[in-house]
């Protein structure tokens, strides 16, 4: 009797560890699917490659560090009462900007507004998920809609580099359809929709 006692609390237990499990992997699954989708809706309804994916040809090379996206990134250009823990606050031409995990804000009537990094602006580390490519013999580092090239150990904030192709821009950039071609405009640099592998890319057509 004893020994069926201790048989049946152990199911007991076997059974709720099994269920536990089971809710365990249903999470990981919807986040999967959730990091999927928001990939895949930025890219025409495609997933998004992952170490050496890019194109290459025409002078132009690019890959990008490890799968990426922006789906859990705030929207460029708005303004938020509280942001994430910053790693570093800087002022720059009486500015003062505040930086984490590649994005840049900046305080304005008390709030901050995701903004675009400084021109000229230098760091030692670049944000983790960049898109290396190179450009007439330039070699670029983009991320969230900032371009960097590498200058004396570090890495300066650069123009939009014209005829560069990137492979995802922020939420917030103004959207306009003239004659079936999609253009893009974000902080004053113009992008138009282009396919590359099969997957909708960002050309820089104006700076």
């Known amino acids: 009797m004893k020994r069926n006692n201790f048989n049946s609390k152990n199911a007991t237990k076997s059974f709720k560890l099994t269920k536990v499990a089971r809710i365990l992997l ?6 999967a699917a959730i990091s999927f989708n928001a990939d895949a809706q930025r890219h025409g309804g495609r997933g998004f490659g992952g170490y050496g994916h890019g194109y290459y040809g025409g002078g132009f090379s ?5 799968t990426y996206n922006y789906g859990y990134y705030p929207r460029w250009g708005y303004f938020y009462d509280v942001i994430p823990a910053y790693e570093l606050q800087f002022l720059l031409n009486g ?7 590649g994005i840049y804000y900046r305080s ?5 507004v995701v903004t675009a990094a400084p021109i000229g602006y230098r ?10 490519f190179t450009l007439d013999n330039v070699t670029y580092y983009y991320d969230f809609g900032t371009f960097y090239t590498q200058l004396n150990g570090q890495y300066e904030v650069v123009r939009a580099p014209l005829g560069a192709v990137i492979d995802i ?7 306009v ?3 079936g071609q999609t253009y893009y405009t974000l902080n004053g640099v113009q992008y138009k929709a282009v396919i590359r592998n099969n997957q909708i890319w960002y ?3 104006k700076s």
């Open 26 to 31: 249903i999470l990981l699954a919807l986040d």
């Open 62 to 66: 690019m890959s990008r560090f490890r």
């Open 95 to 101: 500015v003062t900007y505040y930086y984490g995990n």
């Open 108 to 112: 304005e009537n008390g709030k901050y």
């Open 123 to 132: 760091t030692k580390v670049l944000p983790k998920n960049c898109l290396q």
């Open 169 to 175: 821009l922020p939420d917030g950039a103004d959207k």
């Open 177 to 179: 359809i003239i004659e």
């Open 203 to 205: 050309e820089v057509i």
